[in-house]
């Protein structure tokens, strides 16, 4: 499956973005959706997951309570509502697909990757 990620943009501390990640297969609403991040010199992180029927939604603790993921299957879609924003969240968002039936927070568990989209936060 091929994802775009979109979304990205400047904005200042406590603003809002919501990213977008589209792909390109039907068969989307099978896989395993996550978002991971990754800030210059530092290793990719995972920000939040979510699991094919939506039942299952995880977040790292720095951003519980300030992000919500999302999917739309119909429209073969993921989204990450960033409510909130701290300079800390600057980063490049990448979105991330797994087939299976298990969540997980560890980047190389995620066979499919996006181009990633940026976000800054001015403090």
């Known amino acids: 499956v091929q994802l775009q990620a979109s979304g990205g943009g400047l904005v200042q501390a406590g603003g809002s973005l919501r990213l977008s990640c589209a792909a390109s297969?039907?068969?989307?609403?099978?896989?395993?959706m996550a978002w991971f991040r990754q800030a210059p010199g530092k290793e990719r992180e995972f920000v939040s997951a979510?699991?094919?029927?939506?039942?299952?939604?995880y977040y790292t603790d720095s951003v519980k309570g300030r992000f919500t993921i999302s999917r739309d299957n119909a429209k073969n879609t993921l989204y990450l509502q960033m409510n909130d924003l701290k300079p800390e969240d600057t980063a490049t968002y990448l979105c991330?697909?797994?087939?299976?039936?298990?969540?997980?927070?560890?980047?190389?568990?995620?066979?499919?990757w996006g181009q990633g989209t940026q976000v800054t936060v001015s403090s």
């Open positions: 991330a697909a797994r087939q299976g039936s298990v969540i997980y927070r560890v980047p190389s568990n995620y066979r499919y």
């Open positions: 979510i699991s094919a029927s939506e039942r299952q939604r």
């Open positions: 297969e039907r068969t989307f609403s099978t896989y395993i």
